[in-house]
T-cell receptor, first 117, second 107 residues
Framework: DAGITQSPRHKVTETGTPVTLRCHQT?????MYWYRQDPGHGLRLIHY???????DKGEVSDGYSVSRSKTEDFLLTLESATSSQTSVYFC????????????????FGPGTRLTVL | GENVEQHPSTLSVQEGDSAVIKCTYS??????FPWYKQELGKRPQLIID?????GEKKDQRIAVTLNKTAKHFSLHITETQPEDSAVYFC??????FGDGTTLTVKP
């Protein structure tokens, strides 16, 4: 599993509340990513990071922000959750690490199921 | 931006038969094409990938072919087994995924 964990694994929250999801990796991978997956669809990239404090937007970044203050942690924040953000969120890593992954070779975390009521 | 179309959306085969899933992409600059398998409630797992300088890659019962001119690539699974049943996703790079193919292998 490339040492990737996500927390929480499940969360139910109310519209308008802030939510932070955490992705943690233990193998010093350079790149980290946040995706969302909705029923019947593939993964859509929200934000990604190419190093500590270096982040960029993906295809569906509106309403989301990220931070990476340490190599091992990549946080995804929904400043004011909306029902349209109900989804399963996957973190992924690539590049370097114990397995010396290429920059393109991705491994995914176990996912966080978020429900916004 | 890049767009990936994946077909078919569902595929049912008998155990032992072959399965083929096809994807087309729009950006001719794309050079990395992974395939993922996702079982129900689980994370996507990389099963095979191909780069644009290679036309075909094989790993046991799984193979991927790439036609850069036509901008399409395909996943081939031979001698299918019930445990191959899952949703399969193609991608162009790390930012654009197909919508998935639900493969059911009937014993």
């Amino acid at each position: 599993d490339a040492g990737i964990t996500q927390s929480p694994r499940h969360k139910v929250t109310e519209t308008g509340t802030p939510v932070t999801l955490r992705c943690h990796q233990t193998e010093n991978h350079r790149y980290m990513y946040w995706y969302r997956q909705d029923p019947g669809h593939g993964l859509r990239l929200i934000h990604y990071s190419y190093g500590v404090k270096d982040t960029d937007k993906g295809e569906v970044s509106d309403g989301y922000s990220v931070s990476r203050s340490k190599t091992e942690d990549f946080l995804l924040t929904l400043e004011s959750a909306t029902s349209s953000q109900t989804s399963v969120y996957f973190c992924a890593i690539s590049g370097g690490g114990l397995a010396q992954l290429g920059a393109d070779t991705q491994y995914f975390g176990p996912g966080t199921r978020l429900t916004v009521l | 931006g890049e767009n990936v179309e994946q077909h078919p959306s569902t595929l049912s085969v008998q155990e032992g038969d072959s399965a083929v899933i096809k994807c087309t992409y729009s950006d001719s600059a794309s050079n990395y094409f992974p395939w993922y398998k996702q079982e129900l409630g689980k994370r996507p797992q990389l099963i095979i990938d191909i780069r644009s300088n290679v036309g075909e890659k094989k790993d046991q019962r799984i193979a991927v072919t790439l036609n850069k001119t036509a901008k399409h690539f395909s996943l081939h699974i031979t001698e299918t087994q019930p445990e191959d049943s899952a949703v399969y996703f193609c991608a162009a790079g790390k930012s654009t995924f197909g919508d998935g193919t639900t493969l059911t292998v009937k014993p």
